[in-house]
């Protein structure tokens, strides 16, 4: 199964949605909303804003979730 790389992320301040590309790399800690200009930081427990937020998880925790992996930069927040 492919991994996804676009996820639309809500800002739970103003309810705004937009699509983004998500990093294959890194995880990304920060997100400012374009409409209300609210830094988005991950929610405890996740590596991510794109894992709190958007629709789809990071490429990271998809990767994990495919091949029962541990060793991803984010297994050791989930």
Known sequence: MPIIL???ITC???GHKKEETM???ACQFFYEC???HTILKPKQGDC???CSYGT???PPIQEENQKGNSN???SSKH
């Open 6 to 8: 676009q996820s639309v």
């Open 12 to 14: 739970p301040v103003c």
């Open 23 to 25: 990093p294959t790399d």
């Open 34 to 36: 374009e409409n209300c």
């Open 48 to 50: 991510c804003v794109f």
């Open 56 to 58: 789809v998880p990071c």
């Open 72 to 74: 991803s930069c984010c």
